[in-house]
């Protein structure tokens, strides 16, 4: 049809570069950006939603009146609560640490700060197991009332979301060891930082909304 | 993070050594890319489509059986074919079937063959991914069918509506269960699915594939995995809040305790109103391919079509609650839905207006996948008008839960997705089996089935508007709805006898002669390639330079500016030389992933789990085992088996970014690349 058109470039604007750089992955793809990352990208806009109906859930319950048991926010221990709060928040920098240490080819940086990262986000977990106890103990347990239900879904799904990311950094953690993550590899160490910084943030809006938010 | 990994780690730093490395000695990696084996561990795009739209046409048979029994049941008052708990049974297994064993496969399978072979690619981003998101959608499928020797099938409607579904008093048995579980296990696959093809259409374009070039159905598709990207996870909220409440005495839909009885239809159909454009809007996006091929005409506005289906997903999102009119949201809601679902209308109507264009002064020619097209636009508008009706409230609050919905609903999906269905399979039939489907058998089948469909759905208008209500197993004599109800029903029965031309056409097309490379002379890049096209698609990456690139290769301008076809046009593919394409070998060069166990042995953890979750625990405990397991072997897994005897990229090719074998295969450039 239009003659004009065909006599355009070969070439996309922004696309195929011939010799663009290559992504971290190392193989070329229309954006520049790797699959794996692009792939990690796409699964967390979906996790937003998933927390979304979560926190929705807790939402709509909080203001309602519970038939039976106490309700949530009469058990907070908002101190306790923050410190771990502040746990994890660190282990995001950490996590910054260790990406920036294998990024320099930093192997021995790069296994100490994965190891750090772990710690900080088990000790956050731990934190959560104890406060499920505490709970549980003044009375509220899973079945207790709707808030309750809606509280322990929603955090222990976050909790379960940690867990994941605590196996991923030790299984970078092994891989390094055994010398199975070169620098060049550096792409996988971004990838999982994604999902962990992920995490870490939609931990920051669950603690606002169910502990700060009166 | 494993699962999307299908680089493999060993031979980056090891090296030599490392390629001789078993992951795991139980399993070696298979080779066979031939016999019946291939097929469970194939990871090649095109097999995982065909074996999704089989599997969808088994499913197709099964719901449309237990369609028949429904209707069989309705044809004359007081119905003694089925029991209530069976009828119940029978249209919430129809309706699950329909949606999520049916249309949803067979769009992924459309998606799964073409969208690769249209954008330029070897394959998917993630082949292993694809693989498993197949058996992870058998498995879910099988499971939820289980149900009905183990102990009763779902019978609370494709909805599920609490309290009716989570109060084990009025659900009693584990039927809801298996829906439960059933539907998260698929939703599974479809999100792994959705991550896949979205990051291989925005990654792994050909060279000059720019988003504006993209075919319409690729586009459609897109748009429908994003809409399955953020709507699955609300139906696994969903699902996990009721597997909760009736698995472990959670109280969100339990009313005694003040929950709100509106948040499961809130949740359902956010997820939900989204998925019925999940459900249209690739077959839109087929008839936008086999229109203008057929009135051999460009698509009338492509731009438009783009915006349009983008628009419609977006606002997809702002009208679920019109699927609430009647449980009281109050009024200020029903105006604010009222009126969105009004103006999605528009963009649909942009759409129709398309492709009336298209047809309008086109040379028009009526094969199969055209008139099953034409049929989806005039079965569509009817669809769409009736429901546009509902979005009047008032309307709404008559029409609700009658048949007047059930014959809106059937003129979407079944008029609109399931026609596109039919059009698109008969399209590319010959390019993925390479044999023709007999033409003749094919308008028997397609006049039929439009004779069937439009007697059986088309009186149902009238029985809503007399009141009859859906989902009630029998009606008493004298309410005037006999008539209508036995028109339904013979109906019902055209459709079934066209389903058997169509198993007819499929089994004689085996005989039929060969379709050749492009036999309907159409526009896009599949085309170009041999039918069926070779495991590795293209011999040469494609490069295109505008829309419909095949056939502005086709066709030029003479002197005269009149478009001629060209005799010395550039195939991109082998084929062979008796259709004027060179018969060259593929390169030794291409690299292609090699077939693996574990996709389907990961599958098969979570129907273990879900069975241990509603029998013993053990056999979740055995799941999670086998899941982890099969995540572990699966990531020591190399992408290439050295030994699969399938070529390896030449050292000097590897930093060449026009080498073919860099664009599906990682391994190949990083083997040598990165020896860190
Ligand atoms: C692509 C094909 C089809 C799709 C997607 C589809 C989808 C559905 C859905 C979602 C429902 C609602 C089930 C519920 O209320 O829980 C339904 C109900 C029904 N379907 Fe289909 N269906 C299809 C084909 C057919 C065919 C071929 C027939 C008849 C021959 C049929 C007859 C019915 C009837 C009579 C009901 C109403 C049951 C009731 O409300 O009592 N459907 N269908
Ligand atoms: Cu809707």
Not at chain 2, 262 to 290: C, D, N, R, T
Not at chain 2, 632 to 647: Q, R
Request: glycine share 10%.
């Amino acid at each position: 049809m239009s003659t004009t058109e065909q006599s355009t470039m070969v070439v996309p604007p922004g696309g195929h570069e011939p010799h663009a750089e290559h992504a971290g992955g190392g193989h070329h793809t229309s954006t520049g950006l790797s699959n794996e990352k692009m792939a990690m990208w796409t699964f967390l806009g979906s996790e937003c939603l998933l927390f979304g109906g979560l926190i929705s859930t807790f939402l709509l319950y909080r203001g309602k009146e519970v038939v039976s048991g106490p309700e949530v926010r009469e058990l907070y221990d908002i101190p306790f609560t923050s410190v771990s709060s502040f746990i994890l928040l660190m282990s995001s920098l950490t996590m910054v640490l260790a990406l920036s240490a294998i990024q320099r080819g930093n192997h021995r940086q790069l296994r100490t700060w994965l190891l750090t990262t772990a710690l900080l986000g088990s000790t956050f977990v731990a934190g959560q197991v104890y406060e499920f106890t505490a709970f549980y103990r003044e009375g509220l347990g899973f079945t207790t009332n709707i808030q309750s239900s809606a509280f322990y879904v929603l955090t222990g799904f976050h909790g379960a979301h940690v867990t994941i990311g605590i196996v991923m950094l030790l299984s970078l953690f092994v891989m390094s060891h055994r010398g199975s993550l070169p620098t060049g590899r550096s792409e996988t160490v971004e990838i999982v930082g994604l999902y962990w910084h992920f995490v870490d943030i939609v931990w920051i809006i669950i603690f606002t909304v169910i502990y700060l938010v009166p | 993070m494993a699962l999307t990994d299908d680089r493999p780690v060993l031979e980056l730093t090891a090296g030599e050594d490392a390629e001789r490395r078993e992951p795991l000695g139980v399993f070696r990696r298979p080779t066979a890319t031939t016999g019946w084996r291939s097929w469970l561990t194939s990871v090649d795009h095109k097999k995982i489509g065909i074996m999704y739209g089989a599997t969808a046409m088994v499913f197709f048979a099964i719901g449309g059986l237990e369609a028949l029994l429904i209707r069989t049941q309705l044809a004359t008052p007081d119905g003694q074919v089925l029991s209530e708990q069976a009828y119940n049974q029978a249209f919430t297994m129809h309706g699950t079937t329909m949606v999520f064993l049916v249309i949803m496969p067979m769009l992924a399978a459309f998606a799964n063959y073409l969208i690769p072979l249209m954008i330029g690619a070897r394959d998917v981003a993630f082949p292993r991914l694809n693989a498993l998101s197949y058996w992870i959608f058998l498995a879910g499928g099988l499971f939820l069918y289980s149900s009905f020797f183990l102990g009763g099938a779902p019978d609370n409607g494709w909805t599920s509506y609490a309290p009716l579904s989570n109060n084990l008093a009025y659900s009693p048995g584990m039927g809801q269960d298996f829906w439960t579980l059933g539907l998260q296990i698929t939703g599974i696959a479809s999100l792994a699915s959705a991550v896949n093809l979205i990051v291989t259409v925005i990654n792994m374009r050909a060279p000059g594939m720019t988003l504006m070039r993209m075919p319409i159905f690729v586009w459609m598709s897109l748009v429908a995995q994003f809409l399955l990207l953020f709507a699955i996870p609300v139906i696994t909220v969903a699902l996990f809040l009721l597997m909760f409440d009736r698995l472990f005495g959670a109280n969100f839909f339990n009313v005694a305790e003040g929950a709100d009885p509106l948040l499961w239809q809130h949740l359902f159909w956010i997820f939900g109103h989204p998925e019925v454009y999940i459900l249209i809007l690739p077959a839109f996006g087929i008839i936008s391919e086999v229109i203008p091929a057929f009135a051999r005409k460009p698509l009338f506005g492509y731009p438009f079509m783009v915006f349009s289906g983008v628009a419609i997903g977006f606002m997809g999102w702002g009208v679920w609650a019109h699927h609430m009119f009647a449980s009281g949201l109050g009024p200020v809601s029903v105006a604010a839905f009222s009126l969105s679902t009004m103006f999605i209308a528009v963009p649909t109507g942009v759409k129709i207006f398309n492709w009336i264009a298209t047809l309008w002064n086109g040379k028009l020619n009526f094969t199969v996948p055209m008139l099953f097209a034409v049929a989806l636009v005039s079965q569509f508008v009817i669809g769409g008008l009736s429901g546009v009706t509902h979005s009047v409230a008032p309307h709404d609050t008559q029409q609700h839960d009658t048949y007047y919905i059930v014959a809106h609903f059937h003129y979407v999906l079944f008029g609109g997705s399931m026609f596109g269905i039919f059009a698109g399979v008969y399209f590319w039939w010959p390019k993925v089996f390479g044999r023709m489907l007999s033409e003749t058998i094919g308008k028997a089948h397609f006049w039929l089935m439009f004779a069937g469909f439009n007697l059986t759905f088309g009186p149902m208008h009238i029985l809503g508007l007399q009141g009859q209500p859906r989902r009630t197993a029998t009606y008493a004599e004298g309410m005037g709805w006999d008539l209508m109800n036995q028109l339904a029903t013979w109906g019902s029965y055209l459709i079934a006898a066209s389903f058997l031309l169509w198993i007819f056409n499929v089994v004689k097309s085996r005989a039929n002669p060969p379709a050749g490379a492009d036999p309907w002379d159409a526009r896009t890049l599949e085309w170009s390639i041999s039918s069926p096209p070779p495991a590795h698609n293209f011999d040469i990456e494609p490069t295109v330079s505008q829309l419909d690139e095949w056939w502005h290769r086709k066709y030029g301008e003479d002197d005269h500016g009149v478009i001629v076809r060209r005799d010395d046009y550039e195939w991109m593919s082998v084929v062979g030389p008796e259709e004027g394409g060179t018969s060259a070998p593929p390169p030794e060069s291409i690299h292609l992933p090699s077939p693996s166990y574990w996709p389907i042995v990961l599958a098969l953890g979570l129907p273990l789990i879900a069975y241990g979750l509603l029998f013993t625990y053990w056999l979740s405990a055995l799941g999670g085992l086998v899941l982890i397991a099969s995540v572990y072997g699966w990531s020591l897994e190399p992408s290439v088996d050295p030994d699969a005897g399938h070529g390896h990229v030449e050292p000097d090719r590897v930093d060449d970014d026009d080498d073919p074998g860099t664009a599906a295969d990682p391994v190949a450039a990083g083997t040598t690349e990165e020896p860190s």
